[in-house]
């Protein structure tokens, strides 16, 4: 590869925390025009990697240039100096500030004596949007945009740096499939600009679909490097994991015992219009659906965050009706929520903190938490979930995405629980770690535990349930044996389609 063809390159880039190795000889190359993916499980140093790209962290060793040139990234300037820009996956936006000044925050133009020069910086704005092919102005309060359209002026803030390097951190996490197809095409249209991209994600179908190369970390190090035209899913995952993925997705067959949860025509709120399911003991049932379908408010009304306005439900046989989550959880069920940074963690307790606030009386002797019995029940959780950290006693929030879904999930497993809500649990998280929560839904289905599993993923759906019932507008409309569905079938249910058709247009879907 000629010198004059790469923007950034790292050379023996090494990075350790106490005796943690972190990093440890990268050497990477960033072809100048290119979207490059970077992937690599939880912990794999993909974090650690951009943080010194970025001048957030400082490397212990090794060498940064950019155009050829070596550049110190001793802080975020020094990074935005060099032309990189960053957008993280959660997006540093002020909500009550329109997308002027969100974009121009701490860094307002001003004009004579002073004073901020609005018109000029809402031009500058304006014009990166046109440049992306928004469809929303300037002067747009960020609280009114969707999750979507605050990526797109994330992006914008990032290009009024005029960046020749622009790093994308999981940008599809909280996406819908609209949006997610608007970003490729606003990477698009950055590439033709002659923006270099590097794309993190963990999802492997947008790799192949919009990277030119990718480059593979585990265990510290680059596994390699290489064009994403050469190379499939397989090669890629066994890079990522070391080993070959002979079962993704490890479903075993547990035997159904009776029905644990009963649901009969629940109405709540605006999305949820007439719901009726039944859940069996050691079940996997999968909930399929669009954005918008009803199914988390569902979980919410049955788990008593939300008011039901009319219908039952029965646990083992006896009425239900939460009117708070306390009242759910000592009914037996367990939430695993979607935004796990806001509503599952609280981020600034250790790992042992969180993990004994679903269950504290379990972990108390006369209202005083014992360290001896959290220290035993953390040491059996981190197991079982092979939760990668330095000890009970580390900050969830300085945890990997996957492993504080680890965390949301092991708070779970000690408790008289019998029905798991798992609300989108991998959203954010590796392959690997993918692999042990689908473990863990399978473990506590083999416990006699009913589980119900919410998920825009269809493949995973049809991978790890035994039953998926589709939900739209608010009711579900078809359920499937897990087992006899194809993706097509689902999409078909998910879009709104009819009994009298179903075959013939099932054919036309996808």
Not at 449 to 456: D, E, K, N, R, V
Request: aromatic share 6%; proline share 2%.
């Amino acid at each position: 590869m000629a010198d004059s063809q790469i923007l950034l390159e790292c050379r023996e880039i090494y990075k350790s925390f106490d005796k943690n190795k972190v990093l440890q000889d990268i050497n990477l190359k960033i072809k100048r025009g290119e979207v490059h993916a970077l992937l690599g499980q939880n912990g794999a140093g993909k974090s650690t990697l951009v943080k010194i790209i970025t001048g957030v962290y400082s490397m212990d060793s090794g060498q940064i240039l950019v155009d050829g040139q070596p550049v110190k990234m001793n802080s975020p300037k020094d990074s935005e100096k060099a032309g990189i820009s960053i957008i993280h996956q959660d997006q540093q936006l002020v909500p009550y500030f329109d997308v002027t000044r969100n974009a121009f925050l701490g860094s307002e133009l001003t004009g004579k004596c002073g004073k901020m020069d609005f018109k000029k910086m809402r031009s500058l704005v304006q014009e990166k949007l046109k440049l992306i092919d928004s469809d929303f102005t300037a002067d747009r309060q960020i609280s009114s945009l969707s999750v979507g359209q605050r990526e797109q002026a994330a992006i914008v803030t990032a290009l009024l740096q005029n960046p020749k390097l622009l790093i994308l951190d999981e940008p599809t996490a909280s996406l819908s499939n609209r949006e997610i197809e608007k970003l490729f095409e606003v990477i698009g249209k950055l590439k033709e600009e002659g923006v270099t991209i590097i794309y993190i994600s963990h999802h492997l179908d947008e790799i192949f679909r919009i990277t030119d190369s990718i480059t593979v970390l585990r265990d510290s190090r680059v596994q390699g490097t290489f064009p994403t035209g050469r190379t499939d899913h397989k090669e890629v995952v066994s890079l990522m994991i070391g080993k070959e993925l002979k079962e993704f997705y490890p479903k075993e067959e547990v035997v159904k015992g009776d029905v644990v949860l009963e649901v009969d025509d629940l109405y709540s709120g605006e999305l949820v219009r007439g719901v009726s399911f039944r859940l069996h003991r050691g079940e996997i049932l999968g909930l399929a659906g669009l954005v918008g379908a009803g199914r988390t408010e569902t979980m919410l009304a049955m788990y008593g965050v939300e008011k039901i306005k009319s219908g039952s439900m029965k646990i083992e046989g006896q009425p239900f009706a939460a009117k708070s989550p306390l009242q759910a959880c000592k009914a037996g069920i367990a939430f695993i929520p979607e935004d796990r940074r806001n509503e599952g963690i609280v981020a600034q307790m250790d790992i042992g903190e969180n993990l004994s606030l679903s269950s504290t009386r379990l972990w108390a002797k006369r209202g005083l938490i014992d360290r001896r019995r959290e220290s035993t029940f953390f040491e059996d959780i981190r197991k079982a979930l092979n939760i990668v950290c330095t000890g009970k006693k580390q900050l969830v929030g300085e945890l990997s995405g996957g492993n504080q879904q680890k965390v949301v999930i092991g708070r779970w497993m000690v408790g008289d629980f019998k029905i798991f809500v798992f609300d989108q649990p991998t959203t954010g998280v590796d392959i690997g770690a993918k692999t042990e929560i689908y473990k863990q839904m399978v473990s506590l289905a083999k416990q006699g535990c009913g589980i119900i599993f919410i998920s825009s993923e269809n493949e995973e759906l049809m991978g790890i349930c035994d039953r998926i019932a589709v939900m739209a507008k608010g009711r579900i409309v078809k359920e499937f044996d897990a087992a006899q569905v194809n993706e097509q079938d689902i999409l078909y249910w998910a879009a709104g389609g009819e009994e009298d058709n179903s075959g013939k247009e099932a054919e036309g879907v996808g």
